[in-house]
């Protein structure tokens, strides 16, 4: 015999109040979505994600009738990652489903334009006339964003650049589109490579595709008016040439994970503004980049240690001009393994400079090195993390030096940016290891003109049950450092904000219910707004 569960009189009432409220809130949205003229509907499904735009046909009876508003949307996704279906109690693929979707959206799309086409599947040969329908259907309304995502629903970020891509031959009338702005090409047969069409062409991204140094110098050329180029482990690359007469207009260039690079990066741009590069140590040869603003350098595949401080210090020359720099502890631990173990007798023009490092022993020369290199240094950002130890590393020195020690033997004279211009320090994912607090002290009792420390304790620490007591001891032993600059504010932000929080937290009533989810919501805004100024 089954048994009925009864719910009490205040469950009953609360779930009709709830139910009631809930067929008010409705009614009331679909009684505002019916009131927007057509052209503001079109644009609000527009800008919103279009998983999400396909649910607004059951809003209000004005979105039914085949949704012909939806089917006027300026911005289509076709994503096979998004059908799925339990086999055998796995969740898996349902391309059946994902196929049929994609033909009756294109049967009955009404729009004549089309801002922005994405396409995410992972077997487009399976289909090849589905797929070239799909991207001449997108070719037909004047696009202007172009996203084709062919790679296998198994890659992932530590696959190498072929690796499960689907080689899908691009069709012929691609390359035909003179409207295109933004095209992303993920796992593509670029074989029948031909950009000369592609005169507006803004902004280009291709990952993992096989790519000839040839084919690149082609496809840049042939986008004249190209401000954005992203390689993303693309393969076959000997080397890299970006220069002219392509790259004229070239702002921000990223490069990412190609192999195998045996020769040399080369960049001849001179109006780029922003440059990325990750992957292995190579010969980099750049010219007068006398816009550039910002760099980020990772070598983070690199595990192994060789003299190749020169490389580097080279790479630095060309990069003189970036306002920010962003650097890897790989760089930290090789550069002064140059001829220049000390400084770079070039100095640079960062007044931004973001340190990923677990400070640790070994990455305290390349430290010293940098701050010494940059004389015109007001922002330090120090990113802690694991940081890296590099196979047969050789330490620049004769003996190797804890925090306390290697600070203490450091001559003043020498950072130029410590006397005139640091004013703001920012250490991320703070950890009180020995090393760390002998660096802060070390810049405190020697930035003379600092006005601002901030520290983030690692949440790390709150994981591993850390407390607020804590976060302010923390907080008071680094303000117990002696300083040069006597304007100079330090702050624990997350102590800070947890401090912050329990204050508030602690002053709400929770018995009125009509006013403590209002006060809980600025304690959570306020801890929010404290913890945000590191980013």
């Keep these: 015999m089954k048994k009925r569960k009864i719910k009490t009189l205040t469950e009953a009432s609360s779930i009709s109040s709830k139910s009631q409220t809930s067929k008010i809130m409705d009614n009331a949205g679909s009684d505002l979505f019916c009131s927007l003229p057509d052209s503001i509907l079109i644009f609000i499904l527009s800008l919103i994600p279009f998983k999400e735009a396909a649910k607004t046909c059951i809003l ?114 691609l390359f035909e589109n003179i409207s295109l702005g933004v095209l992303n090409l993920t796992s593509c047969d670029l074989k029948r490579l031909d950009f ?77 503004r922003s440059f990325k590069y990750f992957g ?24 192994d240690f060789f003299e190749l401080g020169d490389v580097l210090c080279e790479l630095f020359r060309g990069l003189y001009h970036a306002k920010a720099l962003s650097i890897c502890s790989y760089t930290i631990q090789v550069i002064p393994s140059g001829e220049e173990p000390l400084s770079l007798s070039t100095k640079l023009n960062v007044k931004h400079l973001i340190l990923n490092t677990g400070l640790h022993m070994d990455e305290l020369p390349g430290i010293a090195f940098l701050l010494k290199s940059c004389p015109l240094l007001e922002t330090l950002t120090v990113k802690m993390g694991k940081g890296v130890n590099l196979n047969g590393y050789i330490y620049p020195d004769d003996s190797r030096l804890d925090g306390k020690s290697f600070w203490k033997s450091q001559r003043i004279s020498f950072f130029e940016c410590l006397k005139k211009n640091l004013k703001r320090i920012k250490v991320r994912n703070f950890k009180e290891t020995e090393n760390a607090k002998r660096f802060i002290e070390f810049l405190l009792l020697n930035s003379k003109a600092l006005e601002k420390l901030i520290v983030v304790t690692s949440k790390q620490m709150l994981v591993d049950g850390g407390t607020s007591e804590e976060c302010a001891i923390i907080d008071q032993s680094l303000r117990q450092f002696p300083r040069a600059s006597l304007d100079v504010q330090v702050t624990d932000a997350l102590a800070k904000a ?38």
Excluded at 196 to 209: D, E, H, P, Y
Excluded at 286 to 298: T, Y
Excluded at 505 to 530: C, H, P, V, Y
């Design 196 to 272: 000369a069409n592609f005169s507006a062409l803004k902004s280009l991204c291709v990952a993992r595709v096989e790519l000839s140094t040839k084919s690149l110098t082609i496809l840049v050329v042939g986008c004249p008016l190209l401000k954005t180029l992203s390689l993303e482990k693309c393969s076959g690359l000997g080397y890299i040439e970006i220069a002219p007469p392509g790259a004229m207009h070239l702002e921000s260039l990223t490069i990412n994970d190609c192999k195998p690079l045996d020769g040399a990066v080369l960049i001849s741009a001179d109006k780029l």
């Design 280 to 303: 292995v140590l190579t010969p980099f040869d750049i010219g007068d980049l006398g816009s550039l603003e910002d760099a980020q350098l990772d070598f983070g595949v690199e595990h």
């Design 498 to 535: 947890r401090l912050e929080f329990s204050n508030l937290i602690g002053r709400i009533d929770f018995t009125k219910s009509n006013e403590w989810t209002g006060n809980l919501q600025e304690a959570i805004f306020t801890m929010n707004a404290e913890t945000t100024q590191m980013v």
């Design 60 to 173: 209000s009876k004005k979105w039914g009738l085949n949704c012909k508003k939806w089917l006027r949307t300026t911005q289509v996704e076709f994503n096979e990652n998004l059908f799925t279906e339990e086999i055998n109690g796995e969740t898996k693929l349902s391309t059946q489903a994902f196929l049929d979707f994609a033909r009756r959206f294109i049967l009955y799309h009404r729009g004549r334009y089309l801002h922005e086409f994405r396409l995410k599947m992972s077997n487009p040969n399976d289909h090849r006339s589905e797929v070239e329908h799909w991207i001449e259907f997108a070719i037909s309304k004047n696009i202007e964003v172009l996203d084709l995502d062919f790679s296998s629903v198994e890659v992932s970020e530590e696959d190498d650049g072929l690796r499960n891509s689907a080689k899908f031959v691009l069709p012929h009338f």
